[in-house]
C-alpha cells in the first residue's frame, strides 16, 4: 500500500511513542460490508471462516485502514450458548429466539466451547488466518460481545431490562454464565494471535442507567479487560448509544481505548476521560457513511479531528459504530483521503478556522 | 371532584411511577368499588403517571427497566379499569398501527413508543417484529387507522420503511395515513428522503409528533 508510509503497526507504534506520523489512525469499522469487497452473499459468511479472513483481509487491502476486527455480528456467543440467530441471505444476522425465557432456566446455562459450539469455531478460524496473513503489518482483532449484552440476546432484552430491577440477583447469575463464556472465547482468540476486541452495546444509557451500567456491566467487562492485559494485549470497548454519563465507569473497567458512538459527543469525552484512555470515532454510520455523500464524509472526518486530534491519551478516527453492509466503497475511500489530506501534524487552528463550533 | 377521589387518583399516579404493579392494581378495583369515573381514573391516574415517568425517561432520571416496570403497572390498572368504561368511550380512540419492519427484531423502541401512545389515548394495533411492508399497509385499511409507525434499529431494513411508503402511493391510499419513522439509524433527512410524514428520536417525541399529525387529541 503505497498511498501510506507507514504500515498501521508501524503507525500505531510511532503514535504510542509520540513520534511523527504519516497521519492519525483511521478506522472505518467494517464488518460484513467485507463480503461486497469479494462479491460474495453476507450468508456465505456462516460456518466459512476462511471465507471470512479471505473477505476481511480483501477488504483491508482495498482501503487501507488500521485494524481489521473479525466480526459479523454480536450473536455469536449467544448463539453457541443456545440463542437462535436468522440468518437472512444477504443482510447481517438478527436474534429470532432468545435461548430461555424465564430466569429459573439461567442454570441450565453452559459456557460455549469456543473450539466446539455455534459459529465460534469458523471465527477462530478466520481470526488465525487473518493474523497468518496480515498480523505482522496490520493489527488484527476479533469481536468480543461483553457479557451484559449477551445475556440480553440469552434471555430477552425486555426480560433482562426487568430482571434488573425485579431480580438482581438473577441478572448476576446469567451475566456470570455469559461472562465464563466471554472468557473461554477471549482466551481463544488470544490463542490465534488476534485481540478481543469488546463490544457491549446494551450497556449503552440509551438503556440502562449509570447506576445499573456500575452493578451490572462494569464489573464483568473489568474482568475481562483484567485477563486480556494479563496476555499482554491492550482492550478497545465499544458502547453503543449515549455513554457520556458512564465514561468515567467505562475507563474503570481498565480498557485502553473507547469507542465513542455517535450519538455521544468527542470533544465532551476528552474533557472528561482524555487523561485516561484513548479514544475513536464517530462519523455516523447511517446518515453520513450509508447514505451522505463524500463531501459530507469528509467534512464529518474533520469535524471528529477537530474535537479530538489533541486528545491526550490519543485519537482514532473512526466510524460510530459497525459500517452498514451497503455502505459506498467511496464513502470508506473518502474517509481514509480526509485523514490523508489533514494529515500530520494535525493544524488543530486551521480546522478550528474552518469549521466554527 | 371530592378531595378523596383527587386523592385516589394521585395514588394511582404514584403508583405507577413507582412501578408498583400490586399497588396500582388494589387503587384501580378500589377506584372501581367507589364508583369512580373509569375514564377520569384512566386519564388522572395512570396516564398522569405514565406521563410523569415518560417525563423522567427523558431528563434521564429513568431508563428503560424502569419505563417498562412503570408501563406493567399501568397496564395492570387498564386492565381492571377499561372494561367499565362507557361504550362509546372507549370506541372513538384514533388507531395507530406499529411494527418493526422486516429484517429485523429489536423491539424495545417500538415498544416503548407503543407504551407512550396508549398511555395518550391512542388505540395501538401492534403487528410485533419483523413485518413486511405489505402488511403494515393490509392491517392499516383494515383496522381504519390513522397513523402508521415504522420501526427500526438496521440500517438493511431501512428500505422496508420506503417500501411501506411506495406501497400506499401505488394504492392511491398515501393521503389516508400519516406514515411516521424512528429507530437508531433513521434520522429526520432519511424521513423526509422516503416521503415519511415525519421522524421522532424516541418514545416522548413520538408521541408529540403523532399529536401534531392527527391534529388533535386521541379521543
Not at chain 1, 492519525?24 to 462479491?39: D, E, H, K, W
Not at chain 1, 466446539?116 to 497468518?132: I, S, T, V, W, Y
Not at chain 1, 465513542?260 to 476528552?270: F, M, R, T, V
Request: hydrophobic share 40%.
Amino acid at each position: 500500500m503505497s498511498r501510506d508510509r507507514l504500515t498501521p503497526i508501524e503507525r500505531f507504534a510511532a503514535y504510542s511513542r509520540g513520534e511523527a506520523l504519516d497521519r492519525l489512525p483511521c478506522v472505518p469499522i467494517v464488518g460484513n460490508t467485507a463480503a461486497r469487497v469479494l462479491g460474495v452473499k453476507v450468508s456465505e459468511f456462516r460456518g466459512n471462516g476462511r471465507l471470512i479472513a479471505d473477505a476481511q483481509i480483501a477488504a483491508y487491502r482495498r482501503f487501507g485502514y488500521d485494524v481489521i476486527r473479525i466480526f459479523t455480528d454480536l450473536y455469536t456467543q449467544a448463539e453457541a450458548m443456545g440463542a437462535r440467530v436468522h440468518y437472512p441471505e444477504d443482510e447481517t444476522a438478527y436474534l429470532a429466539e432468545p435461548a430461555i425465557s424465564a430466569a429459573e432456566q439461567i442454570a441450565s446455562l453452559r459456557p460455549a466451547n469456543p473450539c466446539k459450539d455455534g459459529n465460534l469455531p469458523h471465527h477462530l478460524e478466520a481470526m488465525e488466518r487473518a493474523f497468518q496473513a496480515v498480523g505482522k503489518e496490520v493489527p488484527v482483532t476479533g469481536a468480543l460481545t461483553g457479557p451484559f449484552t449477551t445475556a440480553s440476546f440469552l434471555i430477552g432484552t425486555e426480560n433482562l431490562a426487568r430482571l434488573t430491577l425485579k431480580n438482581p440477583a438473577a441478572v448476576h447469575q446469567l451475566c456470570e454464565a455469559a461472562y465464563q463464556g466471554a472468557l473461554l472465547y477471549a482466551g481463544a482468540i488470544l490463542d490465534t494471535g488476534c485481540t478481543p476486541s469488546l463490544t457491549d452495546a446494551m450497556c449503552s444509557t440509551t438503556v440502562i442507567s449509570p447506576k445499573q451500567f456500575k452493578e451490572f456491566g462494569q464489573p464483568y467487562l473489568k474482568r475481562l479487560v483484567e485477563f486480556i492485559h494479563r496476555r499482554g494485549r491492550s482492550v478497545t470497548l465499544h458502547i453503543c448509544g449515549k455513554t457520556a454519563p458512564i465514561w468515567d465507569a467505562m475507563a474503570d473497567t481498565g480498557a485502553d481505548c473507547l469507542s465513542i458512538d455517535n450519538a455521544a459527543d468527542l470533544q465532551a469525552a476528552k474533557s472528561k476521560v482524555g487523561q485516561r484512555v484513548r479514544l475513536m470515532g464517530n462519523v455516523p454510520p447511517s446518515e453520513v457513511m450509508l447514505q451522505g455523500t463524500v463531501a459530507g464524509v469528509r467534512e464529518s472526518v474533520r469535524r471528529c479531528v477537530r474535537k479530538a486530534h489533541d486528545n491526550p491519551k490519543g485519537f482514532i478516527v473512526a466510524s460510530g459504530c459497525s459500517l452498514p453492509v451497503e455502505t459506498p466503497f467511496s464513502n470508506i475511500d473518502a474517509m481514509l483521503d480526509a485523514v490523508r489530506e489533514i494529515g500530520w501534524p494535525v493544524d488543530g487552528d486551521a480546522l478550528e478556522r474552518e469549521l466554527p463550533s | 371532584m371530592s378531595n378523596q377521589t383527587e386523592s385516589l387518583f394521585v395514588a394511582l399516579s404514584d403508583s405507577v411511577v413507582g412501578m408498583d404493579e400490586d399497588l396500582t392494581r388494589q387503587l384501580s378495583i378500589q377506584a372501581v368499588d367507589q364508583g369512580i369515573d373509569a375514564l377520569s381514573a384512566i386519564e388522572h391516574g395512570l396516564v398522569e403517571g405514565m406521563n410523569r415517568a415518560g417525563k423522567l425517561f427523558e431528563t434521564e432520571e429513568y431508563f428503560i427497566p424502569e419505563l417498562l416496570l412503570c408501563s406493567d403497572a399501568m397496564y395492570a390498572g387498564l386492565e381492571i379499569l377499561r372494561p367499565h368504561l362507557k361504550h362509546e368511550e372507549n370506541e372513538v380512540r384514533r388507531k395507530v398501527v406499529i411494527g418493526v419492519v422486516e429484517g429485523d427484531t429489536h423491539d424495545i423502541g417500538k415498544n416503548l413508543v407503543k407504551i407512550m401512545l396508549e398511555a395518550s389515548g391512542f388505540e395501538i394495533v401492534d403487528l410485533g417484529r419483523d413485518i413486511p411492508p405489505q402488511r403494515f399497509v393490509d392491517e392499516a385499511i383494515e383496522v381504519q387507522a390513522s397513523v402508521i409507525a415504522l420501526s427500526t434499529l438496521m440500517t438493511t431494513t431501512m428500505d422496508g420503511m420506503a417500501d411501506v411508503i411506495q406501497l400506499l402511493q401505488k394504492a392511491n391510499l398515501r393521503d389516508r395515513f400519516k406514515v411516521i419513522v424512528g429507530g437508531g439509524p433513521i434520522s429526520q433527512s432519511f424521513a423526509d428522503r422516503i416521503g415519511a410524514d415525519g421522524y421522532a428520536s424516541g418514545a416522548p417525541a413520538a408521541v408529540k409528533l403523532v399529536k401534531h399529525l392527527v391534529g388533535e387529541a386521541a379521543r
